[in-house]
């Protein structure tokens, strides 16, 4: 249930009184909290820009970052057994000690302290915005350099000595075939059909890497985790998902298509291959095989299309029910898309977006989402800034979604129902024949060869996307497969 605006005030100022008490007790020289600002991003956990008051700066004050669990809770570990952020900080402090650019950690919070695991951490000025480093003019001479600088850090990490670090207890051994399979069993139990992430589970399980190192894996080193100043990369965030695994991990999760933001390059839409290789090569001593970090590519689509997935169980579940969560659950197919580039290009034939016709409604459903959908861009964030601001735009591109899916849903949804109709020589229904599908792929009764399924896959993916995300850059590019 949400809290009325009284009730959410009330929250704000007990939340804030006890982050003062503790930055007083903690910081030397703090002598009270001036502001406290949540920042847009962060679906998993919080993230707040705070300003203090601060009697050991020039300045008089100083700004510090916060990172939080998603609703102040104490998880210690992850649901998937990834590292709380209390060694999330200490990852942190290993990283910098090997000459990886990080932000200088001030405190972990303890459970007494009630605001839920986190730490507090130094201030780095520079941008985090994904989009903003593949395109702003200010980037435009370091981004040449961004790839190779990203094999270089990469190289040291996972060069980090889990022993004398103490991590090695810490964290979670992952193999491949067990990051296939956990994250296939995690889709499972979200009880939805969805059979293209069955057959790029299956591709993976079929392509395990074999006689690979295993050392400190990041996890989610990419684009939208970096700081970046006009001078380089300042720092490199979000240890969240660290484990012990596959290097080359890393190195194809930054060119997972979700994370170059629409820019041209393959590594975080700003560099290219080649260069991400060199750097990552000359700092290890190792050569990169490039078809073993196509697979971490492949399977970067497929973790983040069950991710998004898991946005959307939570909304469902709590306690974080923004609007930000069944947005992102919603990008799942954007996943999936890249999916079938990697694995199944070809021909697609989309459904023709229907003219509006005349309607004695006075107004249409499409006219309300519309009206609705401009209030939110024009005035709601026009009005706002920050997390607001961002939260409208998600809230109006939500509502974009919902037209196209009014518009295109229904034949969408019948022409699945053909395809899979005719293959399986049924006339059960949709709902049921998307689960015998799902099904047959899980136990393997199904070649994953198979022409018939692959042109079904691919035609149900792409005008999926095409309701969901048309501006997505991987739907331009399956559009145009041969």
């Known amino acids: 249930m949400a809290l009325q605006a009284s009730d959410q005030s009330a929250v704000k100022e007990k939340f804030e009184r006890k982050l003062e008490t503790v930055l007083r007790r903690q910081l030397p020289g703090c002598k009270s909290l001036l502001s406290v600002e949540r920042l847009s991003g962060g679906a998993s956990q919080e993230t707040y820009r705070l300003l203090i008051e601060d009697h050991s700066s ?8 916060m990172r939080r669990a998603a609703g102040g809770l104490n998880l210690k570990k992850s649901e998937l ?3 709380g952020l209390a060694i999330e900080a200490r990852l942190l402090q290993s990283a910098g000690a090997a000459g990886v650019p990080e932000p200088e950690i001030h405190y972990v919070l303890k459970p007494q302290d009630d605001l839920g695991d ?3 951490m130094e201030w780095l000025e520079g941008e985090t915005l994904g989009a ?6 200010q980037f435009e001479a370091v981004r040449p350099t961004l790839a190779y600088a990203c094999g270089k850090y990469m190289a040291r990490i996972h060069n980090i000595d889990l022993q004398a670090t103490g991590l090695r207890d810490q964290l979670t051994p ?4 067990e990051c296939v399979q956990q994250t296939w069993a995690r889709y499972r139990g979200f009880d939805t059909p969805q059979p293209m992430i069955d057959y790029t589970a299956r591709w993976l399980l079929d392509h395990l890497p074999v006689g690979h190192e295993t050392c400190l894996v990041h996890g989610d080193f990419r684009n939208g985790n970096l700081v970046l100043s006009e001078h380089g990369i300042v720092g490199v965030l979000d240890w969240e998902l660290a484990h012990i695994g596959d290097p080359m991990r890393d190195l194809g999760w930054i060119c997972t298509n979700s994370w170059r933001f629409g820019g041209a390059g393959p590594v975080g839409g700003f560099g290219e ?8 090569a000359e700092e290890s001593g190792h050569p990169v095989n490039p078809d073993h970090v196509r697979f971490w590519e492949v399977f970067g689509s497929f973790w983040w299309a069950v991710g998004c997935l898991g946005m959307a169980q939570q909304f469902r579940s709590g306690p974080d029910r923004t609007v930000e969560r069944p947005a992102i659950g919603r990008r799942s197919s954007e996943c999936q898309v890249d999916c079938v580039t990697l694995l199944l290009p070809g021909a697609v034939t989309l459904i ?6 005349a309607s004695e409604d006075l107004p249409r459903a499409d006219e309300l989402l519309t009206s609705v959908r401009d209030f939110l861009r024009n005035e709601v964030m026009a009005a706002t800034q920050a997390r607001l601001n961002f939260l409208a735009r998600v809230a109006a591109n939500s509502l974009d979604i919902v037209h196209r899916e009014l518009a295109l849903g229904a034949t969408q949804r019948a022409q699945e129902h053909r395809r899979l109709q005719h293959f399986f020589a049924s006339e059960e229904e949709l709902d049921t024949l998307r689960w015998r ?16 399924l692959q042109f079904h896959l691919r035609h149900t993916v792409v005008n999926q996307v095409a309701i969901d995300q048309p501006n997505y850059s991987g739907f331009k590019t399956a559009i145009h497969a041969t």
């Open 273 to 280: 291959y080649a260069d991400l290789f060199r750097g990552y």
């Open 352 to 357: 023709p977006m229907p003219e509006s016709g």
């Open 437 to 452: 599908l799902v099904h047959e792929l899980r136990e393997g009764s199904i070649e994953l060869a198979n022409e018939t």
């Open 58 to 65: 020039k300045a008089g004050q100083r700004l510090l970052a």
């Open 81 to 83: 057994g990834y590292p």
């Open 118 to 120: 986190g730490f507090i």
């Open 174 to 177: 992952l193999p491949p075939a």
């Open 132 to 137: 903003r480093i593949v395109r702003a003019a």
